[in-house]
């Protein structure tokens, strides 16, 4: 851990310069570099909706916001070399478990062995400050085996949980994702126009892919919505869709597992995947969706999407070791618990191995888990070559921009960090089509930064990050709990080994 010292040092002394960087990083949308965040751009919000309200599951279940109130990347640094014990506290054992909150009122202290004074630290500018602490810090040595559990209940909006009409908005305009959907539903009524019935579940204020249906061709569309007043602009926004004869397009208010349909349907139209694809209650959704509401429910090609997965990767997160240090209020994030819920273009976010797929399930199966356990029917295995720890280093030694310091320190400092293993990313990719033609993912198709409505999730599972070497294997395994009334609950279990 010998660049953790330098790395905070660096954080402190840039901490203006590093935060105006980060808002403008946070603030990006305009420039095509991010989703904005911290100011919602909501000139093209329907004037009469609040500026947020309670996000409720289309299908009746306990669902996770999916952009909510996101993690500021602005760190409030203030004295974090007095509270690094905790980087350098790590437990000379060979079994590691859940992490612990950082003691705030720890004292500092330099690694064991180092005769350099904290006054020189403090006082030393930034590249005489990496220069020393490189020289004199002493890593810990790395266990031979480590085993990490963490476990975490999705947020429920039942308990309150805002959701902005941003979150439409960034739906909406998600050029990965909305184009997409739109393409399926034209396909898959190409041939069949005025014939087919379809459902959308979750339609939202704009009733997009329901329009997209009517347009494309359908006979009937029933558009669900849970919410009242959503439900009630949705109505506003098809009655002025000119082109669409009226009563084509019936908006159904209430849970799609309450409501009834007064015929069966061709197609099913459910978008209500979560950044953990799973938590948004999809499960029990569709399962409902097959009993009730659909003529051929055995069908692929009954549904969009057909196929969602969550894809996962070990991944080193820069700011970890601020969270370490002072913990998450300081490093400017949200919540003081529970998985980080980061911006898919988050460049302090790097992933360790090319990613892995953990959940993987279709729409027309009828074994999908409405309540009880669910666990991935393997295990993944990730292995830290020297080529992505090349790739990450030369990353963060972009991202972090070190001014003012020595090369070689800087490029320390970036392989630490790019060693550093924060936790297990997870992230959704949505098959549209039964031919695997139209997808649609959060993440680029090797795990790659790109703008995107919903969130990297970044279980923290260490209190702070565990510094692999080449060839080291992670291996991970997980399992969720649902329950109908219930937030899911999911439990992460990673081994790391030489």
């Known amino acids: 851990f010998a660049f953790c010292i330098p790395l905070v040092t660096y954080l402190v002394r840039k901490k203006l310069k590093f935060g105006r960087k980060l808002r403008r990083y946070s603030k990006g949308d305009q420039e095509g570099n991010g989703v904005s965040f911290d100011e919602p751009n909501v000139q093209t919000a329907p004037a009469d909706f609040p500026e947020s309200r309670p996000r409720v599951s289309a299908g009746g279940g306990c669902q996770a916001p999916r ?5 500021s990347r602005v760190p409030a640094v203030r004295g974090s070399l007095r509270k690094l014990s905790g980087i350098f506290s790590m437990a000379k054992t060979d079994e590691i478990t859940a992490p612990s909150p950082p003691e705030k009122s720890a004292p500092a202290r330099l ?3 180092s005769k350099l004074a904290r006054r020189t630290v403090l006082c030393a500018p930034p590249a005489a400050a990496a220069s020393l602490l490189a020289q004199r810090a002493q890593a810990q040595p790395t266990p031979t085996a480590v085993i990490l559990d963490v476990e975490w209940e999705t947020p429920s909006t039942a308990e309150g949980t805002e959701f902005a009409i941003s979150a439409y908005e960034s739906m909406r305009d998600d050029v990965g994702r909305t184009p997409l959907f ?10 069949k126009e005025g014939q087919l019935a379809v459902v959308d579940i979750g339609t939202g204020p704009f009733a997009i892919f329901a329009i997209a249906a009517a347009r494309a061709g359908a006979r009937k569309v029933y ?3 849970a919410d009242p007043q959503v439900a009630e602009l949705a109505r506003k926004v098809v009655s002025e869709a000119k082109d669409i004869p009226q009563g084509v397009i019936e908006i159904v208010e209430g849970y799609s597992t309450s409501v009834s349909l007064p015929e069966k349907v061709d197609l099913l139209v459910a978008e209500v995947i979560g950044s953990v694809a799973s938590e948004e209650g999809v499960f029990r959704t569709v399962r409902d969706a097959q009993r009730r509401f659909l003529l051929k429910p055995e069908d692929e090609k009954s549904y969009i999407p057909c196929r969602v997965q969550t894809l996962a990767a070990p991944a080193s997160y820069a700011f970890h070791y601020m969270i370490a240090a002072e913990g998450r209020q300081v490093a400017g ?15 302090y976010l790097a992933l360790m191995a090319p990613p892995q797929v953990w959940e ?3 729409y027309n199966d009828a074994s999908l888990v409405e309540s009880g356990m669910w666990k991935s029917p393997t295990d993944l295995s990730f292995e830290f070559t020297p080529t992505i720890l090349q790739e990450n280093t030369r990353k963060y030694k972009n991202t972090l921009g070190f001014e003012g310091v020595l090369p070689k320190d800087a490029k320390m400092i970036s392989e630490g960090v790019a060693r550093g293993f924060s ?4 992230w959704p990719k949505l098959i549209l089509d039964p031919e695997g033609d139209l997808v649609v993912e959060a993440r ?3 795990g790659q930064a790109q703008k995107s409505h919903w969130q990297t999730i970044l279980p923290l599972m260490s209190k702070f990050p565990l510094s692999l070497t080449i060839g080291d294997v992670v291996r991970f395994s997980g399992m969720a709990r649902f329950d109908d009334k219930l937030p899911p609950i999911y439990s992460l279990h990673v081994e790391i080994s030489k």
Not at 423 to 426: D, I, R, S
């Open 67 to 71: 952009l909510g109130k996101p993690h």
């Open 111 to 113: 690694p064991e062995g």
């Open 182 to 191: 739109v393409e399926a539903i034209k396909r898959r009524m190409r041939g």
């Open 223 to 225: 558009a669900i919505e």
């Open 333 to 347: 994030l949200v919540d003081e618990s529970g998985p980080l819920r980061l911006n898919c273009q988050d460049q």
């Open 360 to 362: 993987d399930f279709r």
């Open 423 to 426: 936790g297990v990313a997870l």
């Open 444 to 446: 680029g198709s090797k």
